[in-house]
């Protein structure tokens, strides 16, 4: 199996604060998303793209993958952030409010080629055209979906609660397209910091529905969501039993057996080496 790269936990912080940036490299994440977009007042655009600028260059990051989320192109101040960013070398471009299926190809055209593409699916037509932005995502190389749960829950009138009931139908289809295409899929912001017990309920939520992490935009909240979308004990103690089942000279070749009574597949032996790969790079992560 392939070299697993966690993607548990992303931080968001404005591009402009110098001292959250210096904190975010040491901070226990999986990513960090420097914000261009709706964390920086449009009179600090410019400042703001200037400092993401100067931290993607000055670099020292370690391990974390580093994001800059730029504003859309039909902004005035989205080409701008494109052009510099793609100047420099961040590991990935978020790009927001992605709607239609070209638009994640136009956006490649602004960037170049060397950074992955993510886009944040946070608009009401984006879910009316998933099938078809998802189908063009590869020639793209769009990489990675970020729910945001904010706009869309403003899009769509609805109340975005710790359960977020209206939105369980597209946090599915969104993660049903991502592993359809290959995506990694990282799940909306928590927004009550004070709310720990909620956090980790909805940190909950997401990794049962299958995402890959969650965004955050508070230190705090990063060891609810890496403790979520990091195999527990009990899943790595019976991922080691299948695979050191089906080691076993018996069962060399099967594709069926049984192990502590239950019947086993060669899926379930995938699923436990996958298990297994995703909680040694979490180890690396967190050293």
């Given amino acids: 199996m392939n070299q697993i790269t966690p993607l548990r936990s992303a931080l968001y912080l404005p591009a402009n604060r110098a001292s959250a940036v210096e904190k975010a490299r040491n901070a226990d994440c999986d990513a960090v998303i420097l914000d261009l977009e709706d964390a920086v007042a449009p009179e600090a655009k410019a400042e703001a793209r200037a400092a993401a600028v100067a931290a993607v260059n000055e670099g020292r990051f370690g391990h974390r993958l580093l994001a800059v989320r730029v504003n859309a192109l039909d902004t005035e101040w989205g080409p701008a952030d494109c052009a510099a960013i793609a100047g420099c070398d961040p590991d990935a471009i978020l790009v927001p409010k992605l709607c239609h299926p070209d638009e994640a190809g136009i956006y490649r055209q602004q960037i170049g080629d060397r950074a992955e593409l993510w886009a944040m699916l946070e608009t009401c037509i984006a879910f009316t055209r998933l099938a078809e932005i998802s189908a063009k995502a590869a020639s793209a190389n769009l990489t990675t979906y970020v729910m945001g749960t904010n ?8 109340r975005l609660d710790t359960q977020r ?12 397209n991502a592993r359809a295409h290959g995506l990694k899929i990282l799940d909306g912001v928590f927004n009550d910091i004070a709310d720990e017990q909620g956090l980790s309920a909805q940190c909950g939520q997401g990794a049962a529905m299958g995402f890959d992490g969650k965004t955050v935009i508070h230190p705090k909240q990063l060891s609810a969501a ?3 979308f990091s195999p527990s004990v009990d899943e790595v103690s019976r991922a080691q039993t299948i695979v050191a089942a089906f080691k076993l000279p018996e069962n060399a070749g099967k594709g069926v057996i049984k192990v502590d009574g239950r019947m086993t597949e060669i899926l379930h032996l995938r699923q436990a080496e996958r298990t297994l790969a995703l909680h040694d790079a979490a180890i690396r992560n967190s050293t």
Wanted: charged share 10%; proline share 9%; glycine share 0%.
């Fill in 151 to 158: 706009d869309l829950a403003l899009e769509m009138q609805a």
């Fill in 165 to 176: 009931t209206p939105f369980l139908p597209l946090l599915t289809q969104a993660v049903v």
């Fill in 226 to 228: 890496n403790a979520a």
